[in-house]
């Protein structure tokens, strides 16, 4: 319960209209029931005690003051479409963002600044008149911007550019007890046009491989990079649930190749890396491709089941590659023709490609993966080496077989894999789908899976999965990496934050709770 | 009425996975940072509780037995224009039923006596007490016929007039009948028209909604019809859609088949049947009706049960709002000389609702205001000089807006600017 | 602090200190300006075990350290704290992974430039690189210091993969994909930079010389060694034109390196690099001349040279310049391909272009948005006009496709010790920080002083808070940036 003193400070604050403690509409605000379906959020997840919609830095910045001095903790979310923003402390206040959706396209400095409020369909609608793109995330264009940024920032666009972390230019933080910092070039002036401030780069409290996950203070504005695109219209198309961007073939191509195994299609992305060419490179699950054909979930099971019980058994590997005529049309036609050169070398088939694109320029189409059975999540999602991704797949694989059920069988299918940073990177996501009606003794298999066995195996390959504190245990995976990043990262936390109000138990903690709380757990903890 | 109760919709409650689909326009669709949502009540209200994603987890609540049906609680379900938005948006991946859910809590309310809000219960009153929503006495609804008209006393098209279109905006009728005349189109009117039972349906009455579903459906074939054509959009919905749900059946099962005035006027188009005479200088922006767009599709009920992985059995067929009336209207504003069309940003099923739906308009005045003067803030912004529906309650709408706020814009029905270009002179509005 | 000393020499061996006075002054002949302060002693460990050792004596006895890597010390990031210990890491001098299949190279703090290119070269393999750097300079100095590089793609923009540390308290530590525990025997590749977890340890190295701990090796990204190289000149005459051409080449994504200089820094740096006479030097150099090497790898190299260079003409002639405006490397200079000194350190050994007639440490250099580049260039040049003897060297270095740029300007006097030029120097220093340069990387104290001095109070707060939380003890070269020995005990305020 927030005291009526407290509330009437929060009420004049942001105005009655943004404002309740009704439990009607505070519990639209749970981490239950949002398509999270793993432990946390069954065993920690809570209904919000208030719930407050701030406009500007400046209410916000007032309202951590009053949350520092009473020692109310709070959770800031803009869409919540990272389910793990979702309250885990009783009494907690929920700070809704998405009133902060100022967007500012600067063509000139390839930027854009944003609130918190902004998708990153709105982003790239604004982005594209100006000749410019981001890249929308895996996670889906309705995800904001600027948690986005904070957190993940992965998609088959970043194929050139890589994860969020470097696009993230100056930025206006509201620390936790309430003082607002401006980072990068708004430290000296107005203009946020750069990231880098004066000395150390403060953006390294703002993420690492992954964010805070709303568990450092609120960032209310950030300036992002945009990237230069080619100068054509890209016609929506459709009528839900099938829209599309047409794509303009002489400037925008999709490619798609059959390699035989998937070693073959992992050296295609090496080389495809080397020669510096392309704006996309992907190896498209087995059963994404189903999903994009399917008329209905029905329909898609049918079709998968029928093909999983076909003999011989399809073994070949898709590989998908996006083309873009960034400088030229002469541009796409050269790279189209060292893209065929490789294909041709690996012995790799071209298939056709509908020149349309659902996902990845404008959409995302993330949801489709709790379409499948109700329930998603990836137990890593990891950048590194091509090879370690092909290592730390094998051993996934592996384990997966042991979890299925209750995972959905998908053939022992390698994950999705995609060429990162011009392929000095190669991205492994594994994904898992299972049904959250099963059996409770189905779920708690899941939970271990996802909690335990997943990280521990990620632990032994030596793969740093980046969603590291949405499954994994700090105290098991702190100390094999860093060594003791947990240290450190604790130090930041204690420095900013040392009251720990700034959405607890933070993303330190959460998931040792969970351990600690689920019995069916904690008698397989052995570290 | 088992079929619309709540707990039948627990599993779409349960899965939503908080995407927000129901509230963004497609992002395919999405043009800029203005006019990206497409959910009037959160737009209007901010908070999450407010819209589709919200309000299923207050049915789960509810269902689970630790929330009741609060003040509040009604007062998040009925601050809804139940225009189908967030269903669509929904169904491009996940394919819940949202606008189910919706419908079912308000069932609910009205079940248990906590709803409908006092004013939706003064309108079902009025329905049912003089046959029309706005209680006007039942012999002034032949009062828009105009002179000369002679509609034959059976026929196997039925013009279903409507209410608004009897009691307020008598043009749309008028220009109906008169199209129909001067393509020589035989059609009859109802004896006794009364309303067709919309507001009782999105009230939550579905008792009341049902008995007068009958009684309609009777009067039709009393007059010897086959075909229900009307000029408003409700209407239209309400016997292509609600009827048979109600009754629970096919779409295709019912003795009737509902045709929108559109739907009449784009297939004589497309066979070369309409001559339009000269030009009508006009920028036009299409408004889409949520219920001849995306709300339009055919029933068809389901009782089959969820397996593993939520698997229907049998296989259900979903209704995603793809088959809605969009071209057609669009067909017939191109055909007319003169006119340019232009399609707003949220446009066919990503369009904004007028804010008359769902009962708002009576219920919330001002909420709907807040959303028509957004849509109308949307044609404005589009250079349109006009804005063109086929409702006569998106009509309201923005007439209301465009008064409140003094602009030049105007507002025409579709049937007005049809009768026109065909006859050369326009009914008076 | 004889203790000090004899402990200094018990941890790392006596042939790895210098701590008399003689030594240590002869040592410091390295500084391209001696410093004032004299250490204590410098150290020359060999591994991190070493440099973790010294790290937790110098906690121990609260002496402070200044970590160096490079042989010469251009700026003043590495001047000694008066009575501290000079960690020197030339002996970390290894090349110790070229990783031809991830395209990356593991060196030691202590590998310079003059070693890495090279060694890379052999490979087929290239690293971007900053503009003509010392020979003897670390390259993993030169990449955590923000040094821009010529190649403004923002792919190329940050090669540092990941890293090994000591921490200002001793620990060692790894960063991104480097990090886990068994790095070299498991999976990890460390060829990703970020974390691990939620904080960014390679963030808070870049541009904290020296104050944040003590890196002892990097992995960093490199590239396929082009087969075809085309240089592009384009002689130009105003900043104006200069800015407009690089936006829109940038803009098509034309190119890699990609920068402009002004008559007086092209002389200084590309002519002397070619050893060109003064009497060419004096007939042909264009007020400014803006560069483009454009280049291909192993496939159809000469069809990408010309798509690019086809594209260039159709910006060339946006910008309302002929196509005759584009000279190669041997029409305008007549001599050997440019793309190749460009691609390599700075030729003499001893001297360096950004020492030449420059008064020691007078160069500026700062971020600016490109558009905003011209009203800083003619700020600087209204600022030194004053001083008749003062030439100014501009050169303008666009960064992430254009999305920034750096701009450095160098005071060419022929008196070292001039002190009207000095005068001059700061009072362009004091205008552009007014105009809103964003310097990020302030070197020497004074502007250091005059660029903190100027920022909000909660950022210091936090730069200091974030130093404590990481060298509590506040040992890491204390003096430095804004910070210094006395924060220790306070609470970080400015």
Sequence with gaps: MISPSVYKQFKDIVGKPYISHDPEVCQAYTLRNRGFHGAEARLLGTVPACVLLPKTTEQVSAILQICYQHEIPYIPASTFWFTQAGPRAENCLFLDLKRMNELQVDSSA?????????????????????????????????????ANHLSWGFSPLTYRVGMANRRILAAEWVLPDGEVVGLGSLATGDDPFWGEGVGPDLRGLLRGSIGWMGSLGVVTKMCVRLFPFQPERLRSSGVSPETFLVLP????????????????????????????????????????????????????????????????????????????????????????????????????????????????????????????SGAFMSVTGQVDTIDCAAATSADMVKLKEQYTPPLVQDHQDPGWFQATDMGHGGYLEFLNYWDPRDSEEMIQLVDRYYHLDGPKCLVQRGALSFFIQTNSPLSLDGPHFGPHYDHWTRKVKEMLDPKGLSNPPGILDAIDQVIERAPWLKKHKDW | MDHLRLERFRWDAENCCG???????????????????????????????????????????????????????????????????????????????????????????????????????????????????????????????????????????????????????NSIAQATVKILEHLGIEYALM???????????????????????????????????????????????????????????????????????????AGLLAKGGLRFRGPIEMKVAYHDPCCLGRLSED?????????????????????RGTNGIYQQPRQLISAIEGLELIDLPRTRENALCCGAGGGVLDVYPEFAAFTAQDRLQEVIDSGAQAVVSACPYCLDSFQVAIQSTGHLLKAYDISHLVSLALLGHEVAQ | MINLNKRLRDTVGAENVIDGEQGIRQYLHSFAVKPKALPRAIVLPRDSATIQRIVILANDLCVPITPVSSRIHLHQGADPVKGGIMVDLRH???????????????????????????????????????????????????????????????????????????????????TGTA????????????????????????????????????????????????????????????????????????????????????????????????????????????????????????????????????????VMDSEGL?????????????????????????????????????????????????????????????????????????????????????????????????????????????????????????????????????????????????????????????????????????????
């Excluded at chain 2, 029933?299 to 209704?319: A, D, E, F, I, V």
């Excluded at chain 3, 496939?299 to 260039?312: H, Q, R, T």
Aim: glycine residues 6%.
């Design chain 3, 92 to 174: 970390l001098n290894r090349i110790l992974e070229i990783d031809r299949r991830n395209r990356k190279v593991r060196v030691e703090a202590g590998v310079t430039w003059g070693q890495l290119i090279p060694a890379l070269m052999k490979e087929n393999l290239m690293i971007t690189n900053p503009l003509f750097p010392h020979r003897e300079t670390s390259v993993v100095s030169s990449l955590l210091d923000r040094t821009p590089p010529l190649d403004p793609r923002f792919e190329c923009a940050e090669p540092i993969a990941s890293l090994e540390l000591v921490w200002p308290t001793g620990e060692l530590f790894r």
């Design chain 2, 299 to 319: 029933w068809t009920p389901w009782h089959g049960s969820r397996g593993p992985n939520g698997l229907t059995q049998p296989p259900k067929p979903y209704r």
């Design chain 1, 110 to 146: 390839l930027n854009a600044t944003v609130g918190p409020g902004v998708t990153y369909a709105q982003l790239q609608a604004e982005a594209l008149k100006h000749g410019l793109y981001t890249m929308v995330p895996g996670g889906g264009s309705q995800a904001s911007v600027v």
């Design chain 1, 249 to 372: 073939t002489h400037r925008i191509r999709w490619y798609n190749f059959l390699c035989q195994d998937l070693k073959t299609l992992l050296e295609m992305m090496v080389e495809i890396g080397e020669a510096e060419i392309a704006a996309a490179v992907m190896r498209v699950p087995r059963m994404w491709r189903f999903i994009a054909k399917a008329e209905s979930k029905e329909d898609f099971w049918e079709q998968w089941n029928r093909s999983n019980n076909k003999e011989p058994k399809d073994s070949s590997e898709l590989l998908r590659v996006l083309l873009v005529g960034y400088t030229s049309t002469a541009q796409l036609e050269y790279e189209e023709k060292v893209l065929m050169a490789i294909a041709q070398k690996y012995g790799a088939v071209s298939r056709p490609a509908q020149q349309r694109d659902q996902s990845w320029i404008q959409s995302a189409d993330s949801v489709s993966m709790w379409w499948v």
């Design chain 2, 19 to 169: 995407c927000k689909s129901c509230i963004w326009v497609d992002p395919i669709y999405v043009q800029g940072k203005d006019y990206s949502i497409r959910c009037p009540s959160l737009q209007r209200f901010k908070f999450d509780s407010y819209s589709a994603l919200g309000r299923l987890k207050l049915a789960l609540a509810i269902l689970n037995g630790s929330m009741k049906i609060t003040e509040k609680a009604l007062d998040i379900i009925y601050q809804c224009n139940l225009c189908g938005a967030c269903d669509t948006g929904c169904k491009r991946n996940l394919d819940l039923d949202p606008l189910m859910v919706l419908e079912a809590l308000r069932i609910r309310a009205v079940a248990q006596g906590a709803g409908p809000p006092p004013a939706l219960a003064q309108l079902i009153r009025r329905v049912r007490d003089t046959g029309n929503r706005f209680g006007l006495k039942r012999a002034k609804s032949a009062a828009w016929i105009p002179e000369g008209i002679k509609p034959s006393n059976r026929a196997k098209i039925a013009y279903f007039v409507g209410c608004n279109a009897s009691y307020k905006n």
């Design chain 3, 179 to 314: 990090s886990h525990v068994n790095y070299g025997a498991s999976s990890a590749g460390g060829a990703y930079p970020y974390g691990p977890g939620p904080i960014d340890p390679l963030r808070l190295l870049q541009g904290s010389q020296g104050t944040m701990g003590i890196v002892t090796w990097a992995n960093i990204r490199v590239k396929k060694r082009p087969t075809l190289n085309e240089t592009i000149l384009v002689p130009l005459d105003s900043p104006q034109h200069v800015t407009a051409l690089m936006h829109a080449v940038q803009k098509r994504r034309i190119g890699r390196e990609c920068f402009a200089l002004n008559a007086a820094m092209l002389k200084t740096t590309i002519c002397e690099a070619l050893d060109l006479p003064k009497a060419f030097i004096d007939k042909r150099l264009p007020q400014w001349l803006f560069v483009l090497v454009i280049s291909a790898a192993k496939w159809f190299p000469e069809e990408k040279i010309a798509y690019e260079k086809e594209a260039l003409r159709k």
């Design chain 3, 322 to 494: 002929t196509v005759d405006c584009m000279n190669s490397d041997k029409q305008l200079f007549g001599l050997g391909p440019l793309h190749h000194i460009l691609r390599s350190p700075w030729p003499d050994p001893k001297a360096h272009w950004t020492l030449n007639g420059t008064i020691p440490h007078k160069r500026l250099f700062f971020i600016s948005r490109l558009d905003k580049a011209p009203a800083f260039i003619r700020n600087m040049e209204q600022e030194a006009a004053g001083a008749k003897r003062i030439s100014l060297g501009v050169y303008v270095q666009p960064l992430e496709y254009g999305g920034g740029t750096h701009l450095e300007f160098a005071f060419f006097t022929p008196n070292q010790h001039d002190h009207e030029a000095d005068e001059i120097f700061w009072a362009c220093a004091i205008s552009s920080i007014k105009l809103g340069a964003h310097y990020t990387r302030p070197q020497g104290r004074r502007l250091a002083r005059l660029v903190y001095g100027r920022l909000d109070p909660q950022y210091i707060r936090l730069l200091k808070e974030t130093k404590r939380s990481f060298d509590p003890n506040f040992i890491m070269n204390p003096d430095k940036l804004c910070f210094s020995f006395e924060d220790k005990g306070n609470n970080g305020s400015s």
């Design chain 2, 191 to 265: 004896e006794e028209e009364s309303c067709c039972g919309h507001p009782l349906f999105v009230s939550g009455a579905a008792s009341e909604a049902l008995a007068l579903a009958k009684t309609n459906i009777e009067m039709l074939s009393d007059a010897g019809a086959s075909i229900v054509l009307t000029s408003c959009a409700e209407c239209y919905k309400t016997w292509k859609v609600d009827y048979p749900k109600l009754l629970d059946k096919p779409t295709s099962d019912m003795p009737y088949k509902a045709v929108h005035l559109v739907e009449l006027l």
